[in-house]
């Protein structure tokens, strides 16, 4: 059998053709017919199969009251009567914002909406917060400041369109490499006409593919947007008659940019003035400019700042709503868009609601039938407070779902802090052992993709139903299916008696009706038949909206969009004598997350079998450093961790990177976020994952057993029978990506 569905790894969300044979997924292709990926897929899709098969898939319930002693596999009965038992005690003693529940972009929407009622509409908590504030977190509010609503504006399709893109924050060939190949597409159609501009501190696969790279000091983007906007405005690039009939704000923003001439910005940001102008010059003389970002600039203390700036481009040149045109947020996680329009972060209700809005409130308290006073008025603990909270003892009850924090947080010490201090902790995860049930009592095996039937939402807009195709592993169950459960044992039947996927899903689609993001006219059999359909879609309309703001309208109060005019602030970090060195971090194209899916898959481990800290090598020169020696960074006050050296002229001096994949399951030197900042952005509160001050040294090596290809028990040997050794032969699955070399190549 063949079945249609997506990837479950990144946003990007490209379609998938699917067989099943005797219950197991045994082969994925692209599905050519999918309207945003057209057949295309990346090496980890191909290799999805053996990760559902992995050795340590999880299986049953594992449970131990006390976390000095081992697991015990145990019933459903026996787990949640314990489980449930516990929050409601917790929540009974010490109110119910001593609960928290940290959820995942990995989610479908299904479970998302089933987590967030109980917490926000039965237990009175908004302690949800997903993931998802590590990704994109500061898009969202500088959607919402400046265009009046959460929501990217574009679609896949104008890649095909755009004559000027702007990569900045972005490896997209590395981290969204299909919409990275169609950027690549537009540019061999057109090579004289298409501009690919690239800005990041590393000379990255997009950078070394593009015809402009910027390479831009960390930190320093703010003030390279201000130099182009200046370039912009002194050159008559911009859209004055646009400006005026649909935007407020622009004098305060057009006098910031007056003193920004590209000298000083280059002095800012370290890149040449005539590399702004030459930038400046590509984006606003283009007929369509498209800007894509994603965690090069999200993850900073001024990501809400970098964000607006990136809007205010479009807006000043009248690019936004039109083919080939917009400010496009890239997300990582495969729904974390479909998390931000279910509320799935700790301010929001679904259909994109806010928390701290009465009328909001009361809406969600008729549709949910509970009192509106029962719903907090207050938006809850956002990730990074979660485990501040549980530290100092406030939040005692942690639930965690399809993510893995004690590796992918920043400042690793404070979440093991948070968790070991929490009096309850429950992790429902498809893999067991992870470095987060390590801080467990109870662990829960969870269905995952292709296991549970449900709806995700891809970066531009595009809600796709994800079919369940084959067999469950061991006693696992769905996610939402775990919630209602908890909900039910905690005595809330009369609200979470769902019998399946669907029936949460039309729930859920009921509430979105007169909201900026309603897809009344969404189904489970309509997205079946007419396949992934982009919002809005409300009752009536024929099809989804391939673009928000054709006609120039915004989505706020008096339809115009907000310029502001963000301050250069400092980042959390800075180089100084005792940690000289800018850490930033980032992802390897054949991993994914926390390895507990793609570290298993022999043939995505050979690109970059273990983790490495590259530096440039007038730094390895000066400390005597050569390839592959081992190295010891640390932050003072937070942690340190060994890497093997990877010398190459793509990072600049001073400037150290490395992936943050591997945790103290994979790799005797420590998990990279030990050495990370929990700063964060004053608006979005999503951390500064891309600039940490660190001292270098020389070490031994950690002494430890082994490196990642060498820990059998983690490693799913593929059946031969249903993958190829090595990348699937061309006529085999022509749609293959070829894998990026690694940094130093
Ligand atoms: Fe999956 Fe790769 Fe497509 Fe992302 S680009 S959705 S990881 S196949």
Request: proline residues 8%; glycine residues 8%; hydrophobic residues 40%.
């Amino acid at each position: 059998m063949v079945h249609k569905t997506v990837c479950p790894y990144c946003g990007v969300g490209c379609g998938l053709s699917v067989e099943v044979s005797g219950g197991h997924v045994t082969r994925v292709r692209g599905d050519e017919s999918h309207p945003g990926s057209r057949g295309m897929v990346c090496r980890k899709a191909v290799y999805l199969p053996p990760s559902l098969i992995a050795p340590d898939r999880a299986l049953r319930p594992q449970f131990r009251p006390d976390r000095s002693a081992p697991f015990r596999p145990t019933s459903w009965d026996a787990a949640m009567r314990w489980a449930a038992a516990g929050m409601r005690r917790i929540v009974d003693e010490h109110g119910p914002d001593a609960a928290a529940f940290y959820i995942s972009g990995q989610l479908l929407t299904e479970d998302y909406y089933v987590v967030n009622k109980l917490a926000k509409g039965f237990i009175g908590t908004n302690n949800v917060d997903s993931n998802s504030r590590l990704c994109m977190a500061s898009a969202v509010s500088a959607y919402k400041m400046a265009l009046g609503q959460d929501g990217p504006p574009c679609t896949y399709e104008d890649l095909d369109l755009a004559d000027c893109f702007l990569f900045i924050g972005s490896n997209a060939a590395d981290c969204h490499p299909v919409l990275f190949k169609r950027a690549l597409k537009r540019k061999e159609s057109d090579p004289a006409g298409v501009t690919l501009i690239a800005v990041d501190p590393r000379r990255t696969a997009t950078a070394k593919d593009s015809d402009l790279y910027l390479q831009v000091r960390p930190g320093g983007d703010l003030a390279l947007l201000y130099g182009m906007l200046h370039v912009l405005i002194r050159d008559g690039l911009t859209d004055d008659a646009f400006v005026a009939a649909h935007t407020v704000g622009w004098d305060a923003l057009r006098d910031a940019a007056r003193d920004w001439t590209p000298a000083v910005a280059a002095a800012q940001c370290g890149i040449p003035p005539e590399q702004i102008e030459r930038a400046a010059s590509a984006f606003g003389r283009a007929k369509r400019s498209l800007s894509l970002w994603s965690m090069g600039l999200n993850q900073t203390t001024s990501g809400v700042d970098k964000s607006l700036m990136v809007i205010a481009l479009h807006l000043a040149t009248g690019k936004i709503g039109k083919p080939g045109c917009g400010p496009f947020s890239l997300t990582g996680q495969p729904n974390a868009m479909g998390g931000r329009e279910v509320g799935g972060l700790a301010a929001l209700l679904p259909g994109h609601r806010a928390v701290d809005n009465p009328q909001h409130r009361a809406e969600m308290a008729r549709h949910w039938r509970v009192p509106a006073d029962q719903m907090c008025p207050r938006p809850g603990l956002t990730a990074i407070e979660t485990f501040e909270a549980a530290a100092e003892g406030r939040v005692k009850a942690i639930w965690v779902a399809a993510t893995n924090p004690a590796v992918s947080l920043p400042d690793l010490k404070l979440v093991r802090e948070g968790l070991l201090r929490a009096e309850l902790v429950v992790v429902q995860d498809a893999y067991f052992p992870t470095e987060t049930t390590d801080l467990a009592h109870l662990a829960l095996p969870a269905a995952q993709w292709s296991e549970k039937e449900g709806t995700a939402t891809t970066s531009e807009r595009r809600i796709a139903y994800l079919p369940a195709v084959g067999a469950r592993p061991g006693v696992a169950r769905p996610d939402w299916q775990i919630f209602a459960e908890l909900a039910n044992r905690m005595g809330y039947s009369e609200g979470f008696n769902y019998r399946t996927a669907q029936e949460v899903f039309d729930d859920y689609r009921a509430c979105t009706i007169g909201t900026d993001m309603d897809i009344g006219g969404l189904s489970y059999e309509r997205l079946r038949s007419e396949g992934p359909t982009q919002w809005p879609c409300p009752a009536g309309s024929s099809g989804g909206t391939a673009r928000l703001y054709t006609n120039g309208r915004f989505a706020t109060a008096d339809g115009r969009a907000r310029f502001f005019a963000p301050q250069i602030r400092p980042t959390a970090d800075r180089a100084s004598s005792a940690a000289p060195f800018s850490l930033t971090t980032g992802r390897e194209p054949d991993q994914w997350h926390t390895m507990t899916r793609t570290g298993k898959i022999l043939q995505l481990l050979r690109s970059c079998p273990e983790p490495y800290l590259a530096l440039n090598p007038t730094d390895a020169a000066r400390l005597g450093v050569v390839e592959r020696e081992w190295l010891e960074i640390e932050a003072p006050g937070r942690g340190a961790v060994r890497l093997r050296a990877r010398v190459t002229a793509d990072v600049p001096e001073g400037t150290l990177f490395a992936p943050f994949h591997w945790g103290a399951h994979w790799h005797d030197g420590g998990p990279l976020n030990a050495v990370t900042t929990r700063a964060w952005d004053p608006v979005s509160k999503q951390p500064e994952l891309k600039l940490a001050a660190v001292a270098l040294r020389k070490c031994p090596g950690p002494g430890g057993k082994r490196s990642i290809a060498q820990r059998s028990e983690h490693v799913a040997a593929p059946p031969p029978s249903t993958l190829p050794e090595d990348a699937p032969a061309a006529d085999d699955t022509p749609t293959i990506m070829p894998t990026r070399s690694p940094v130093h190549a």
